[in-house]
């Protein structure tokens, strides 16, 4: 089943005390409209700012094809000049890179982790059980000295299609299920984190190095990856970096991409056993999303994010000082007017949160 939706696109840079704007995109509306919103994000994670993109929405309303395309056993796919309906995850990863390209002069490092928070235990989607063989381990959020939040797995990647990869991989481990409204409903919070590390090219070796494959060749300008000794380890991460000339700062920006299940009513999805345990935790990690805006739209002292799996994880993101850009996705059936007004008033009370400035990222 193929649900056409309306998607109601909210900036929520929650840094500025001034109004953010607002898009509104109708259903026939094409994907590359939708991201040309997102764009701008994309360079601003290449200055070193934390970026987080999520959508969300009732179920069925068009959050995964927004974010990730249209449903395929294969997964997403690129270039994107053969699939114009890509959504917002390829097109986001094929631009990094493109941008990363620009700037010759500084290497990049590029980790990607895929987590899915289902029925509130965080699950890897890149992990392997050593003994079983089976992927999609349970796993504990781990949190930095630098008060980052991490999982176990992360994957260097050293090039879009790379990325996309291991993406579709970790689609495929997603939990989904049919339900009366939705026939490939997902029943957990993917979050997708790419990690940018960046510093002054300046190997005297000339050669790159991708610690993903093990190599090291000299890599063309337009696929960039991590080079020298500090991806090897052998130098610490506080060390400053062994160029001198021109500017030798290193920057580490994350980006989260976040695909949040839908809400559900009960009654219209129809769901019954385990389903309706996985609805139950659906909508309370929703409401404890809904509680972590509503307690920083009103500058509270303490926020709640440990009332959920998904607002721990996402705390940097959520109450830290990263761009932050939610996008609503609602459907225009007259049934679903109690959601969609549910919806509408999340990004109501995202937009009244207010953070002080974002400031670009440097490894301690």
């Not at 700037?103 to 895929?114: D, F, G, T, Y």
């Not at 890897?124 to 999609?136: F, H, I, K, R, V």
């Not at 009366?180 to 190997?203: F, G, K, N, Q």
């Not at 695909?259 to 009960?266: F, P, Y």
Request: net charge positive; aromatic share 4%; glycine share 8%.
């Amino acid at each position: 089943m193929t649900w056409v939706s309306q998607t109601l696109s909210v900036f929520l840079l929650l840094k500025h005390p001034f109004t953010v704007p607002l898009r509104v995109y109708g259903p026939a509306e094409p994907q590359k409209e939708v991201f040309g919103d997102v764009h701008p994000l994309l360079t601003s994670l290449l200055d070193g700012y934390n970026v987080c993109i999520m959508a969300y929405g009732q179920t069925g309303s068009g959050k995964s094809y927004t974010m990730l395309g249209p449903h395929s056993e294969e997964g997403p796919v690129l270039p994107l000049e053969c699939h114009s309906d890509l959504g917002l995850v390829p097109r986001a990863t094929e631009e990094l890179f493109r941008l990363i390209s620009e700037n010759p002069s500084r290497k990049a490092k590029v980790e990607v982790s895929i987590v899915e928070v289902y029925n509130n235990d965080v699950f890897d989607l890149l992990a392997e059980d050593t003994c079983t063989a089976l992927p999609g381990l349970k796993c504990e959020v781990l949190t930095t000295k630098e008060g980052r939040k991490e999982v176990p797995i992360c994957r260097s990647v050293c090039s879009a299609q790379e990325c996309m990869t291991l993406v579709g991989a970790g689609l495929q481990l997603r939990a989904t299920r049919a339900t009366a409204v939705h026939a490939h409903s997902s029943r957990s919070h993917l979050i997708i984190t790419v990690t940018l590390t960046t510093a002054p090219y300046c190997d005297s070796s000339g050669k790159w190095a991708c610690r993903s494959t093990g190599c090291r060749t000299p890599a063309p300008p337009s696929v960039p990856c991590w080079a020298g000794p500090r991806a090897q380890g052998l130098v610490s991460p506080g060390a400053p970096p062994a160029c001198t000339a021109g500017h030798t700062e290193q920057v580490c920006a994350t980006l989260h991409l976040v695909d949040l299940a839908g809400s559900e009513c009960v009654g219209v999805s129809g769901v019954t056993g385990s389903a309706l345990r996985e609805t139950s935790f659906i909508n309370r990690s929703l409401a404890a999303l809904a509680d972590v805006l509503g307690a920083l739209s009103e500058r509270r002292g303490h926020i709640p994010y440990r009332n959920s799996k998904l607002t721990h994880m996402l705390q940097g993101a959520l109450g830290g000082d990263a761009k932050l850009l939610v996008i609503l996705c609602v459907s225009p059936c007259q049934k679903h007017v109690a959601e969609t007004l549910q919806s509408l008033g999340f990004g109501a009370r995202a937009r009244q949160a207010e953070r002080g400035r974002p400031v670009p990222r440097k490894p301690q």
